[in-house]
């Protein structure tokens, strides 16, 4: 069965950087779009960035734009948000998606304050 595990959450400071990883297994993750959303206490979760399967293309929510870069790697079926510049605002939970399942890992709470 599909399966998405996150790892790379934590505490950081305003400003700082964080590298978050997903790990796919359970379908062929080189022929499948992937997605990280957030979800921050009392708020709706919201998408945060999306990439093609080939990678050749990705899209990202106006408000992590030029901040935060979505990669993937298929040789290891890991798709990766790279975030910089964290902000106060970005503390969340944050989740991998794989669109075409409707699967969800089980998160990884990031968490931006000095």
């Known amino acids: 069965q599909v399966q998405l595990v996150e790892s790379g959450g934590g505490l950081v400071q305003p400003g700082g950087s964080l590298s978050l990883s997903c790990a796919a297994s359970?379908?062929?993750?080189?022929?499948?779009?992937m997605s990280w959303y957030r979800q921050a206490p009392g708020k709706e979760r919201e998408l945060v960035a999306t990439?093609?399967?080939?990678?050749?293309?990705?899209n990202s929510a106006d408000s992590v734009k030029g901040r935060f870069t979505i990669s993937r790697d298929n040789a290891k079926n890991t798709v990766t948000l790279q975030m910089n510049s964290l902000k106060p605002e970005d503390t969340a939970v944050y989740y991998c998606?794989?669109?075409?399942?409707?699967?969800w890992g089980q998160g990884t709470q990031v968490t931006v304050s000095s």
């Open positions: 359970g379908f062929t993750f080189s022929m499948h779009t």
């Open positions: 990439i093609i399967s080939s990678g050749g293309r990705s």
């Open positions: 998606h794989a669109p075409r399942f409707n699967s």
